[in-house]
């Protein structure tokens, strides 16, 4: 059960997916990560009763937990996989860093599609940036096209009372206190990817892999952007503990 007060949000929301379901006859396509805005998102275009196709877009670096939560409760989404994995990228990329992040772009908005009105899960409380980004509806910069906000207005509380009132499943890594589920290793987590890779070993295993990849390929071919750093290690070092200015932080993408 949820109480009197979640309820008329939990209506709003409703009203905004009935609202600009679109007219063109295509169903809504539906952004789903397997996080917890996700779950709220997909039920409530359910209890709307509008069009909607499901997609999860596979990064190859999302928790082995999280994807199989997608795959044992929600089978409906469609798992879209991108033409190179993660790793493969790095080399020729660069290191994703909090300035250059090619890697959401590339892995996540890039691949929706331009002639379809889209559901995200997307809310205020997450961020300033966030909240000053995004409305109920939201122009895409990349495709042109609308994107339905449907719970931008909800804080984490709730969320889940949502989800605890109606029962609805969700990734177990959140009971055992994790917040955020997105990409291991995703330099924005701030100091947690220590703590990701301390779960996940291989992970990070793969990670210096393909740094050390990328360097030995810069520095068979004399690029400036590695000489500061003598070794493969001491870059991975830099980039774990961020150390560098701006424009140091740069220098690691593909045009260097």
């Not at 909607?52 to 670096?61: G, K």
């Not at 895409?140 to 499943?169: A, C, E, H, K, Q």
């Not at 290793?185 to 701030?190: E, F, I, L, Q, W």
């Not at 301390?198 to 990328?214: G, T």
Request: net charge positive.
């Amino acid at each position: 059960m949820i109480n009197e007060l979640l309820q008329k949000r939990v209506d709003i929301a409703i009203d905004r997916l009935r609202c600009f379901v679109p007219k063109d006859g295509k169903p809504y396509w539906g952004c789903f990560s397997g996080g917890k805005d996700s779950v709220v998102i997909k039920e409530l275009a359910r209890l709307a009763g509008v069009p909607v196709e499901w997609h999860y877009n596979v990064t190859t670096i999302d928790p082995p937990e999280l994807v199989r939560f997608i795959r044992e409760h929600h089978k409906d989404v469609a798992f879209d996989r991108p033409k190179r994995s993660f790793f493969q990228a790095i080399p020729l990329m660069g290191m994703p860093t909090r300035i250059l992040r090619w890697c959401c772009e590339e892995f996540k908005e890039s691949r929706s599609p331009k002639d379809r009105r889209l559901i995200f899960g997307v809310r205020w409380e997450e961020s300033p940036r966030r909240a000053k980004a995004w409305g109920i509806t939201t122009r895409s910069t990349r495709t042109g096209g609308t994107i339905v906000s449907p719970i931008v207005d909800w804080t984490s509380d709730n969320v889940w009372n949502f989800i605890r009132g109606l029962g609805l499943p969700y990734c177990n890594l959140y009971d055992e206190g994790w917040k955020r589920l997105g990409c291991i290793g995703c330099p924005m987590s701030d100091k947690g990817r220590s703590r990701e890779f301390y779960r996940w070993p291989i992970y990070e295993k793969l990670w210096k892999q393909a740094c050390r990849r990328l360097w030995e390929n810069r520095t068979a071919k004399g690029a400036e952007s590695v000489k500061r750093w003598p070794t493969w290690e001491a870059m991975w070092r830099w980039w774990m503990e961020e150390e560098g200015d701006a424009e140091c932080q740069g220098v690691l993408d593909f045009h260097s």
